[in-house]
């Protein structure tokens, strides 16, 4: 076994310690279960008392086995752990998972004895799973190394869907909806604690599974943020979906994810973004999650986003086509052309789309072909869709509909073909093996739909490959408005022409050199917020307001901030026009540098529009990132204002992104506000900027 996965997933031998005679127990079950799937490898049970579990000889200690097993399952109380690490540490165990909980979850000295238990593994060079976990399984092997009572009544079916969990019990749930939707489950892991093993390591792992196709995944929160993004991309890349559920969007359920697994939440705002980034599906509910993943499983994804709605209820063809178009795809007519052969052969049918046959197709199934058969051929769907309700549960009807169905829908195996329909489970397997996504609810059905056209759409587009930047010698201690403006002009960014001056008369001079009118701020380190001590001064047309403006500033600085170190005063220009913006960088204690980008004003202090990306990134993501938010629309040149400058805007946008990621260590948060995007052609221009850098 030369890979720590190997080990977990396909052990040729398997150490289960404190193995149970009694098969309900959690140091019985395993041995139950490996034994019911007709697991191939050599199983070694451990426990001092026995001499026999389950009718397996037993050993008295791990020290006693035969032969070094590739992976030892510890069935034991926190308290027993240690001592059973050590002792697989010793005897060259490539690998371990711990069931027990009472470690870093519980507190201080939980988290110490983790501690232990991981610094004892590292230093034999043997992997972890666990500690509070439920273990994996690999159903292909009869493999399953886990004590969770879903497998009490019936084992699960190797299939295309891989599950990543750190809850076991979230992730022993999702395995047994997917058993009961039909899908069967190429690999399953629960990591827990993440006393070594985590949640990034196990996704990077399960996406390069071959029989893997889709995998959902479950985290309260991620440990290894470049790891996690790796496995992200690679699954991109290799076209295979991820359905996420990332808990802890509330303040209450961050510290409930604390308190569950140790795990540091971060802003869900930026997981979510970041998840969006890499083409990964965030589910909102576990139906979401098992419904999308569903639908990706079989590997097919529409070649575009238009849907043809077939119907023989005019009431549900408009409630799916209005939740078509709501989860992003395309509901475009029938041509014209297609609209009056369909009238005239049908003259009660509704032929735009949805295609409406009314009831008339129900005794007629001649009906439903002639409406079929020109959706497919004249249509251009890259999706069919039909609403069957009851029918394919009738006694009398399921059968022809079914025929009649297939016949309408033949030389276009090519397109997705999904249904809604309520039919005994048999019924639904028969379409299913016939090629359809079946769905009870219309809703889920368009969802689910939506997520795979947005699939298809990451999966498209090349790898993000934003050029590295060098990086700079940072300044010590904190910046100046005028000394974070040098620093990131080193980077590419553009700020107006400015000047510093010490006194009035020199910012007069300034001013006169640069026109009016102008805006004057105080400069200093240690003001960061320049407007609560009154130090910025707007508009001013003369020397006679700049002089006075100037001394007004410097006298309020010294008077509100008597310690503050002052530089002077910035004068510059006043630049109008174009559209407010705020960007900016922040230092996510999950996900590391990240770029915010929002509409200035009310647009992001009442209405919170901005998006985030996870740094670095290109101009074309970066294009994608404004096209995020709510009021794109006024950067397109909303009410006959002119088009902003979105191209430079995105510029910037990468720009930033590639500063942050190259002083990851050394820049703590970054903020440009207002950045002002002039109309196409003139570029943008940041009025202020402000860089806390960590302390030296």
């Known amino acids: ?9 396909a052990p040729q031998s398997v150490a289960l310690v404190g193995a149970s005679d009694d098969a309900s127990r959690i140091g019985g079950r395993p041995l139950r279960y490996l034994r019911e799937g007709g697991f191939k490898g050599r199983v ?19 020290a006693d086995l035969p032969e070094v097993p590739d992976t030892a399952i510890l069935a034991l109380p926190a308290s027993a752990t240690l001592k059973a690490v050590e002792d697989c540490a010793a005897r060259g165990v490539k690998s371990a998972m711990i069931f027990s909980a009472g470690f870093a979850e519980t507190g201080a ?40 009572v879903i497998l009490d009544t019936a084992l699960i079916a190797p299939g295309p869907v891989g599950i990543v969990s750190q809850s076991g019990a979230y992730g022993a749930h999702i395995a047994h909806l997917a058993r009961n939707r039909g899908l069967g489950i190429s690999q399953w892991i629960t990591t827990g604690n993440e006393a070594d093993i985590d949640v990034a390591e196990a996704l990077s792992h399960m996406v390069r599974q071959p029989d893997t196709r889709v995998v959902m995944a479950y985290a309260e929160g991620v440990r290894d943020r470049d790891l996690f993004i790796d496995a992200l991309e690679t699954a991109r890349q290799l076209h295979k979906p991820i359905v996420f559920m990332k808990t802890g ?7 409930a994810a604390a308190s569950h697994t140790a795990a540091l939440a971060g802003s869900d705002g930026v997981f979510d973004a970041v998840l969006r980034q890499y083409g990964v599906h965030r589910a909102a509910t576990t139906a979401e999650q098992i419904d999308v993943a569903y639908a990706a499983a079989s590997g097919r994804f529409p070649a575009g986003d238009k849907v043809g709605i077939f119907t023989m209820s005019g009431g549900f063809g408009i409630q799916l086509a209005d939740d078509a178009e709501a989860a992003g795809l395309d509901v475009s007519p029938m041509p014209e052309a297609a609209q009056k052969e369909l009238l005239a052969l049908l003259p009660y049918a509704a032929p735009r789309n949805p295609v409406d046959a009314t009831a008339q197709a129900v005794s007629d199934l001649d009906v439903l072909k002639a409406c079929v058969r020109p959706m497919m051929a004249q249509g251009g769907y890259d ?13 009398t009807y399921a059968d022809p509909l079914r025929k009649a169905l297939m016949e309408a829908l033949a030389g276009h195996e090519d397109r997705i073909r999904a249904l809604t329909m309520s039919a005994p489970v048999e019924a639904v397997r028969r379409y ?12 889920a059905l368009a969802h689910a739909l939506g997520a795979l056209a947005k699939f298809r759409r990451a999966f498209e587009r090349p790898a ?39 006194t009035s008369d020199a910012a007069v001079a300034a001013a006169d050199r640069l026109g009016y009118p102008v805006v004057a701020k105080i400069c200093s380190p240690d003001i960061a917020h320049k407007t609560e001590i009154g130090g910025v001064a707007v ?15 410097l006298a309020r600085a010294n008077a509100k901030a008597p310690d503050a170190r002052i530089e002077g005063v910035l004068i510059a220009p006043m630049v109008q026009g174009g559209v407010e913006t705020i960007v900016g960088v922040t230092r996510d204690p999950v996900l590391g540098p990240v770029v915010m980008f929002g509409l200035g004003g009310i647009f992001v202090e009442v209405l919170k529009d901005v998006t985030f990306r996870a740094a670095p990134f290109d101009v074309p993501e970066a294009h994608r990132m404004i096209r995020e938010i709510r009021g794109f629309p006024l950067l397109e040149g909303a009410r006959g204002a002119e088009p902003a400058d979105i191209d430079a805007l995105a510029r910037l946008l990468s720009d930033l992104s590639r500063f942050a990621a190259a002083h990851r260590d050394g820049v703590i948060g970054i903020d440009l506000n207002p950045v002002r995007v002039l109309p196409k052609g003139q570029g943008v221009i940041a009025l202020d900027a402000l860089i806390e850098l960590e302390a030296s």
């Open 109 to 148: 000295e939980g988290e110490a004895l983790q501690a232990r238990l991981t610094a004892t593994a590292r230093e034999a060079g043997m992997r972890l799973l666990g500690p509070n976990c439920l273990g994996v399984f690999n159903p292909a092997l009869g493999y399953y190394g886990t004590f969770s």
């Open 1 to 9: 076994m030369s890979d720590a996965f190997d080990a977990l997933f």
């Open 539 to 553: 508009n001013l047309k003369d020397a006679q307001a700049v002089r006075a403006a100037t001394e007004a500033i």
């Open 44 to 62: 070694l049970p451990v426990n001092p008392k026995r001499e026999t579990v389950q009718g397996l000889q037993a050993y008295a200690a791990i």
């Open 432 to 443: 299913e093996a016939d090629g359809f996504l079946v769905y009870e609810d219309g809703s």
């Open 383 to 395: 999706v069919f869709t039909a609403i069957l309700g009851t029918g394919p549960g009738s006694k």
């Open 464 to 502: 993000s490959a934003p050029a590295p930047m060098a990086p700079l010698a940072l300044p010590q201690g904190p910046l100046s408005e005028a000394g974070a403006k040098a620093l990131l002009r080193q980077a590419g960014l553009r700020f107006a022409d400015e000047e510093l001056a010490a």
């Open 249 to 255: 969007r509330s303040a209450v359920g961050a510290a």
